[in-house]
């Protein structure tokens, strides 16, 4: 059967964490355009897009059962789990706070999201599409890296499982893993380079985007758009899987 519809979310309630970073704040922007119903949630106090805010600091536990209510009362049918934080060490200087913060956020908090909104999918009994953020980091450990690339490591993990738990539900779990993409995210990233690597500001910036198969960094907008795709039912023989959005960076 031919099926070359349009992409249309149109009836389709979508959860985004982590939606004032760049990346999901283009998912936001990207989901409400193709017609969904767009909730959104970071621990902005502000947010400034096509989509009901809610604030919630993700490592708080008060506020992680909150958001776990305020799912419930949404029902989404799509979840972009996207919050995470990013911070470097090698294993003879990353410490155990280090290690807490990181796990904190881009692990138990992930897990937490994805979990509520697995068991809203199941009680309402509707087909859903998660999408877990996960990273080209949790492909191979780095030496500068270590704690993050452990934390995408369990994303693209807890993605399998919980792909082959909700398959009979009709939930479909899939991660996207980005290469180098030019959001808030990279200054941070780039300023902790120069202070280990002992570089110029923009200077790592700039050669992670040069060495890019595709020679250059990615937008928030590659990523989203590869979002709508496992959104929406184009990709509705999918679940299980890691996609790479990251200019050839990591060949799989
Ligand atoms: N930018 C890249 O190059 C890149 C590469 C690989 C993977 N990723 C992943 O993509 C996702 C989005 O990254 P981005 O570059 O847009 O990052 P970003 O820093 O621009 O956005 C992340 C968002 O998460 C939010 N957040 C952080 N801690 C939180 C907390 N405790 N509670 C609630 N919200 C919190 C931040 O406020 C921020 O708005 C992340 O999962 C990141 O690990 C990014």
Same mark, same amino acid.
């Given at each position: ?5 349009? @992409?249309?979310? #149109? ?66 049918? %799509? ?24 796990? #904190?956020?881009?692990? &138990? ?7 509520? $909104? ?30 993050? $690339?452990? #934390? ?6 807890? @993605? ?11 939930? &479909? ?68 899987? @890691? ?6 960076? %990591?060949?799989?």
């Amino acid at each position: 059967m031919l099926n070359a519809a349009p @992409t249309d979310l #149109t009836g389709k309630t979508c959860l985004v964490t982590g939606a004032f970073g760049g990346i999901g704040a283009s998912a936001v922007e990207h989901f409400a355009a193709l017609g969904a119903d767009v909730y959104a949630t970071d621990i902005a106090d502000n947010f400034d897009g096509p989509a009901e805010y809610r604030r919630f600091d993700l490592m708080d536990d008060t506020a992680l059962t909150e958001c776990g209510t305020w799912i419930a009362d949404i029902k989404p049918d %799509v979840l972009f789990n996207n919050a995470a934080i990013f911070d470097m060490g090698t294993v003879l200087d990353a410490d155990l706070a280090s290690f807490d913060r990181l796990f #904190t956020v881009n692990v &138990r908090s992930f897990y937490a999201v994805m979990q509520a $909104c697995a068991q809203s999918m199941v009680a309402e009994a509707k087909p859903g599409s998660i999408i877990n953020l996960a990273s080209q980091a949790g492909h191979r450990g780095e030496a500068l890296v270590a704690h993050y $690339c452990a #934390t995408k490591a369990a994303v693209i993990s807890y @993605t399998q499982s919980a792909a082959l738990a909700l398959a009979d539900h009709k939930i &479909r779990v899939n991660a996207i893993s980005p290469g180098v993409i030019d959001t808030p995210m990279w200054e941070h990233v780039d300023a902790q380079f120069a202070k280990f690597e002992g570089k110029e500001i923009g200077q790592k910036k700039r050669e992670v985007g040069e060495a890019v198969p595709l020679g250059h960094m990615g937008s928030p907008s590659d990523v989203a758009r590869v979002a709508v795709f496992l959104a929406s039912d184009q990709s509705a023989y999918m679940t299980a899987q @890691t996609i790479c959005v990251d200019g050839g960076n %990591v060949l799989r």
